[in-house]
């Protein structure tokens, strides 16, 4: 196995003074692609934004390492410009900041230099039309009476547009239908590569379908389960949860 870009060793977290994630092992090297699933409440999620850095998560133990690098030691500003991205599960409204605004800012703040205006333009244009971006939104507000699937494509515009080392996808499919399902899956495929090592945290299989993950782990109660390869998830989408004590299905209602 190829160095890990991301390395997390017995981590610990609690939220307002309850422990959620209990001793968490995981290592991904850069390149790879690996799906993090388990039933609601397993702790999926807590880990994402302890990765992220945001403050109500509070460490209480273990280590991350990032490209080389002490991750829980930097500010959540600081992951970014180290390359670190997190498309959240519930992207929140900007009121008064326009999505050009923002993505042209963050690109500014995470190269750490301004990119001209043409560069910035051209950039925005190419990926907009990989994630079919309606280009009537960007002078409106971030995310600002914007439906699920077009906040989740907008997740995956600035993931596009950033470039980062590393990015953590939390429930991006969740709200999808298939046809935004299948448009976000292309735009996570095309930025596939060597440079990207991805976790994507998933509670169905079905984005599985059109993400084909590396690895697959299985989260329960605050640690990994099971790791495997994507047959696990084959798996899962026949059996659920039931093994690891939730009654819980892994394919969505319908699919």
Avoid: W
């Amino acid at each position: 196995m190829a160095d890990p870009i991301l390395d997390i060793a017995g981590l610990k977290v609690a939220v307002d003074g309850k422990e959620i994630l209990k001793g968490v092992d995981l290592r991904i090297p850069q390149g790879e692609v690996h799906a993090l699933m388990g039933p609601n409440g397993s702790g999926k999620s807590t880990l994402a934004y302890a990765l992220a850095g945001h403050p109500r998560y509070d460490v209480t133990g273990g280590t991350v390492t990032f490209n080389g690098e002490d991750l829980l030691d930097m500010d959540p500003d600081e992951r970014a410009r180290a390359g670190f991205f997190l498309a959240m599960q519930y992207p929140v409204e900007v009121p008064g900041v326009s999505v050009l605004n923002f993505l042209r800012t963050s690109m500014n703040a995470t190269r750490g230099e301004e990119i001209s205006p043409r560069d910035f333009m051209k950039a925005f244009k190419e990926n907009s039309a990989l994630l079919e971006f309606d280009s009537s939104f960007t002078d409106r507000y971030l995310n600002e009476g914007f439906s699920g699937g077009e906040k989740k494509r907008h997740e995956i515009l600035q993931m596009a547009m950033l470039r980062p080392k590393f990015a953590v996808l939390d429930e991006t499919d969740s709200g999808l239908d298939v046809d935004a399902l299948k448009v976000v899956s292309k735009g996570v495929n095309a930025l596939r590569g060597p440079d990207l090592g991805c976790l994507l945290i998933t509670h169905y299989t079905r984005i599985l379908r059109y993400i084909a993950p590396d690895v697959v782990h299985v989260m329960f109660e605050g640690r990994i389960a099971r790791t495997g390869g994507p047959e696990l998830a084959d798996h899962l989408e026949e059996n659920g949860y039931v093994e690891f004590g939730a009654s819980e299905m892994a394919s969505a209602p319908g699919a």
